[in-house]
């Protein structure tokens, strides 16, 4: 309730900025509160259904969000165009208006959790640890991964790691709890879903110039085709998180990555051959692997964790998709950023980027996707190597419920 009144407060805020400073602040006001909703959302889904439909819940949910960023990014251009970017704060308050009422009679409060004292150090050094390391990645990308600045934001966000980790080993109620750290089952599918995050930031990041640029095609054609990959995304998160409640998570995990990898590895190898027909097949399938792995990965993740420590690993799943984020952007500009500096043309050329030497750069893209995609692919067999161990069973045949 509070980060969705918060949200929308920001939303006011950022509608009478003054300035793009002013703005950037008032919306980092709001991604705060965004914070607030993100990391809850996920253990207020688990809370309210039974292990047996956990799949299910969280399956409809992401498809929810997933609709509705699709929806708004429409939405939000024909604001734009007919009334200004303003508009576009102005039309989220009423939502977040509603949101608080329906919160305080829909959702059921969680009971009997004591919290304990909040770790507020830890919490900021988090956010030092997650913030140098942003601009790690943006120098390491933009100048050189030896320069002396990299070197410095990469020694300052490791020495905040160890102050992190000393705080955590202190706090009687650490931000982190390494007993949920050592649970296989979590630390294995939080591993797996940052390496595909960062697949999906990469792909999604690059795919647009390279259908716009080098295949030809206009700014509507590009983006019909990508609405391919993001449909079967979406089309597959509710059917997948319902087979996960009778199969478990693994299999579909499992056969999500493999999709995802063949995908990547029809754009990265099919060379010069490539056609529309090969693009639309491989993006197809990026797009569906991504669907099908989604929910039962966040089934895996919410339903390994006791049900105190819920929050902290909606909290953590927030991370490390926005990590994911970080990375894919790190490894789409190391590539073609590098490309860009080499080819030395000017801002704004359009013509350089029809040559093929800027395909290679983009089929290089792809390949790291693609390896990346088999390292993420290395790390989920982990996960039955530990269910051996562990006997994990499918949702519908466990006895346990939240």
């Keep these: 309730m509070l980060g969705a009144?918060?949200?929308?407060?920001?939303?006011?805020?950022?509608?009478?900025?003054?300035?793009?400073?002013?703005?950037?602040?008032?919306?980092?006001?709001?991604?705060?509160?965004?914070?607030?909703?993100?990391?809850?959302f996920p253990a207020?889904?688990?809370?309210?259904?039974?292990s047996e439909q956990r799949g299910k819940a969280l399956g409809i949910a992401s498809a929810s969000i997933a609709l509705s960023a699709l929806v708004g990014v429409v939405a939000s251009g024909l604001i734009i165009d007919a009334f200004g970017w303003r508009w576009i704060f102005i039309a989220v308050v009423p939502f977040c208006a509603a949101a608080v009422p329906l919160c305080h009679y829909l959702v059921p409060e969680s009971k009997g959790l004591r919290a304990g004292p909040r770790d507020v150090r830890g919490s900021l050094l988090l956010l030092g640890?997650?913030?140098?390391?942003?601009?790690?990645?943006?120098?390491?990308?933009?100048?050189?991964?030896?320069?002396?600045?990299?070197?410095?934001?990469?020694?300052?966000t490791g020495l905040f790691v160890i102050l992190l980790y000393i705080q955590e080993k202190r706090h009687r109620t650490p931000l982190l709890p390494a007993k949920l750290l050592r649970e296989p089952v979590f630390l294995i599918s939080i591993l797996t879903y940052l390496a595909v995050v960062t697949v999906q930031m990469l792909v999604y990041l690059t795919a647009p110039f390279f259908l716009d640029y080098y295949m030809g095609l206009t700014n509507h054609g590009a983006g019909f085709i990508l609405v391919?990959?993001?449909?079967?995304?979406?089309?597959?998160?509710?059917?997948?998180?319902?087979?996960?409640d009778f199969i478990g998570t693994r299999p579909l995990e499992t056969a999500g990555i493999v999709m995802i990898a063949i995908g990547l590895g029809v754009l990265a190898f099919a060379g010069d051959r490539i056609t529309m027909a090969s693009l639309v097949v491989g993006l197809a399938l990026f797009g569906a692997g991504g669907g099908l792995f989604a929910s039962p990965n966040y089934s895996a993740i919410m339903g390994s964790v006791p049900k105190a420590s819920l929050g902290v690993a909606g909290g953590i799943y927030g991370t490390v998709e926005?990590?994911?984020?970080?990375?894919?952007?790190?490894?789409?500009?190391?590539?073609?950023?590098?490309?860009?500096?080499?080819?030395?043309?000017?801002?704004?050329?359009?013509?350089?980027?029809?040559?093929?030497?800027?395909?290679?750069?983009?089929?290089?893209?792809?390949?790291?996707?693609?390896?990346?995609?088999?390292?993420?692919?290395?790390?989920?067999?982990?996960?039955?190597?530990?269910?051996?161990?562990?006997?994990?069973?499918?949702?519908?045949?466990?006895s346990t419920s939240f």
């Design 44 to 50: 207020l889904v688990t809370v309210s259904f039974p």
């Design 322 to 398: 926005t990590m994911g984020a970080f990375f894919g952007f790190a490894l789409s500009d190391a590539v073609l950023g590098r490309w860009a500096d080499v080819q030395g043309f000017p801002a704004g050329e359009r013509l350089a980027l029809f040559n093929a030497d800027f395909h290679g750069a983009i089929r290089l893209v792809f390949f790291a996707g693609f390896i990346v995609a088999i390292i993420a692919l290395g790390i989920l067999s982990a996960k039955y190597w530990s269910s051996s161990r562990t006997g994990l069973v499918p949702a519908r045949k466990a």
């Design 5 to 40: 009144a918060l949200f929308g407060f920001g939303a006011i805020l950022s509608t009478i900025a003054p300035s793009y400073v002013v703005l950037l602040l008032f919306r980092l006001f709001q991604g705060f509160a965004a914070g607030m909703m993100e990391a809850n």
């Design 228 to 244: 391919i990959a993001l449909g079967a995304t979406m089309l597959l998160l509710v059917p997948s998180g319902i087979a996960a």
């Design 129 to 156: 640890s997650l913030a140098t390391f942003a601009i790690f990645l943006a120098y390491g990308t933009q100048e050189s991964w030896g320069s002396p600045m990299t070197i410095w934001f990469l020694s300052i």
